[in-house]
């Protein structure tokens, strides 16, 4: 492995895809920034990360914040920091009908889903432009593709996140600068816990879901090759070609039935 000498910045790097995506940078000799909320977590992942020879450098920071979105990249700058590659995959959901849900746990979704990751975003492209180099790597989902009953308001994050990263990577296309989207169906994370879906029928056989690993893997390979998007794993593609030639409300119905509780009939 060949010490690059450059830093990543990922969020969301203590569990699921965006571990298995810092392993992965780790293991090609990137040095690490990596964000969470749990301080302890981050100290444990950055000690393991650390024994590939790389530096890890773990900063605690709640997304949902705007305030602190902007003080990491500050933190980033009193310490001389100017991420070579930006990884934004911190992002959650939350299960039900929208008009039963909790509209503050609505709102703090959308602070992190979004507005984190474009305040992210836009600091880092300020410091990437006068280098003319850098990496984007964005979390959307085939959540981006279709509309989601049950789990509408993350479906709706993650649409944004493909068209805003589509339309920025034109914008940069002469900037040195390069914007990949990764598009991962539902995987074997935390995910599914921390938005209270377990009761979903899309969880309902585990050892369907996507290994994190694998995407990580079409993530990372994406992103090195200055890919717009990649959709993960063969089923995923097929899901989305069958999305594209159905109507939106067809789309939605069948994204209903696949997401409703095991109990709903």
């Known amino acids: 492995m060949e010490r690059k000498n450059q830093y990543v910045l990922i969020t969301g790097a203590t569990s699921g895809i965006g571990y298995e995506l810092a392993k992965q940078f780790a293991k090609n000799g990137y040095d690490l920034v990596i964000v969470a909320r749990d301080y302890e977590e981050l100290r444990n992942k950055a000690n393991e990360f650390k024994e590939y020879g790389i530096n890890a450098i773990p900063i605690s920071k709640n997304l949902f914040l705007q305030d602190e979105a902007y003080s990491l990249y500050s933190e980033l700058k009193m310490n001389g920091i100017s991420p070579e590659i930006l990884v934004n995959d ?47 790597l964005n979390l959307a989902s085939i959540a981006s593709k279709v509309p989601g009953p049950w789990h509408s308001v993350y479906h709706g994050t993650k649409a944004f996140v493909l068209s805003w990263s589509e339309a920025i990577r034109e914008e940069l296309k002469d900037a040195g600068i390069t914007v990949t989207a990764l598009l991962p169906g539902p995987t074997d994370t935390d995910f599914f816990n921390k938005a209270d879906m377990n009761q979903s029928k899309i969880v309902e056989d585990r050892e369907t879901l996507a290994s994190p690993e694998e995407v990580a893997m079409d993530g990372y390979n994406a992103l090195m090759n200055d890919e717009d998007k990649i959709i993960s794993g063969l089923k995923n593609k097929l899901s989305v070609a069958m999305s594209n030639l159905s109507t939106d409300s067809m789309a939605a119905h069948r994204m209903a039935e696949m997401q409703k509780p095991v109990t709903e009939k």
């Not at 474009?118 to 600091?123: H, N, P």
Request: charged share 30%; net charge positive; no cysteine.
């Open 90 to 136: 911190a992002g959650q959901g939350v299960f039900g009908k929208f008009q039963e849900t909790d509209i503050h746990r609505e709102v703090d979704i959308v602070n992190l889903n979004i507005i984190s990751v474009i305040i992210l975003t836009k600091l880092f492209i300020k410091d990437r432009l006068p280098k003319r180099s850098g990496k984007i």
